[in-house]
């Protein structure tokens, strides 16, 4: 088992004036054993920042380790790592034991000792049944187990996955999720895990990284990223729906959304141009009437959506758009009509309206 150490690293296509840099100065220490997730929306650099650390692309300027060794001249095969990607990469004309034992033959493993990682690989992904049939004959899901079943008997130091649940379905995919939990559970295996979708980061990783345009916003377990922000990107980008982000003036207790005012149950951390952040399951309707508004923050519904055990609501507070996220057992809001909008103060998030960095505790 090894840690990794991603120190400052860089990545940039090109030379000179014109060279495109991709990733941007990016740190993290990872543990030995951790369950890490690298999330983000497509481009961002998750993939190229794995690929780096499987020696797959070079390393423009920092550092990466493995264990207490700097790999970054190291080759890939040389690293003790095991890859899992999203198309599977398993050979068609051989067997699901032959896939899995392909790299344990070209290594000179002895048969007996490959035999018996196959079938405990097997066990542990229960794929024992399918070891003689060929690709072609498997699930998708089937086929992804294999693939990870490939990377076990490698008994290495790291896992790396890159997106391997992209192309399967979504009950599948969260089947695969649970076995991947599973997985770690029993091996122990210090894992990178890569991803666009915030549902997989948030269930899998025990510390995620959240990047955007090859930068790293934030890293932290799944609730810290979920309760505390770090900037207005995280916010939006981890939750569905997202976090409700209103720009307007604060001074005191008070919130200027255009023309509208809101009260705050309490003063903000500091005055001047704000960004207001909300998420839609920490708002709730009060009592509703035009009487009533008053009491609250006066939102206009337009759309309402119903989602089985929830509904939401969408409408404006002001100028700005807002989602309200509300149980479907409750009596939802006409269309069209204003009702009090009721915010508990610890679940108000303030952000820099320029650096679009937190603002306060």
Known sequence: MASISIRNVVKR??????????????????????????????????????????????????????????????????????????????????????????????????????????????????????????????????????????????????????????????????????????LHAELGITSLFVTHDQVEAMTLAQRMIVMNAGRMEQIGTPEEVYQRPATTFVAGFIGSPPMNLIKGRAEGARFHVGSQVLALPMAVPRSGELILGLRPEHAQIGPQGAADVGSGWPLKVEVIEMLGAERLVYGRLGSELFTLRMDATLAPPAVGSTVSLLAPAAQLHWFDASTQQRVGV
């Open 13 to 182: 296509y090109g030379t000179g004036p014109k060279a495109n840099q991709v990733i941007h100065g990016v740190n993290a220490e990872i543990a030995d054993r951790e369950f890490i997730v690298i999330v983000g929306p497509s481009g961002c650099g998750k993939s190229t920042l794995l690929r780096m650390v499987a020696g797959l692309e070079e390393i423009s300027d920092g550092q990466i380790a493995i264990g207490e060794r700097v790999v970054n001249d190291v080759e890939p095969s040389d690293r003790d790592i095991a890859m899992v990607f999203q198309n599977y990469a398993l050979y068609p004309h051989m067997s699901v034991f032959e896939n899995m034992a392909y790299g344990l033959k070209i290594a000179k493993v002895p048969l007996d000792e490959i035999k018996q990682r196959v079938d405990k690989a097997a066990k542990i992904l229960e794929i024992g049944p399918f070891l003689q049939r060929k690709p072609r004959e498997l699930s998708g899901g089937q086929r992804q187990r294999v693939a990870m079943g490939r990377a076990i008997v490698r008994q290495p130091k790291v896992f790396l996955f890159d997106e391997p649940l992209s192309n399967l379905d979504a009950k599948l995919r969260a089947q695969t999720r649970l076995e991947i939990q599973k």
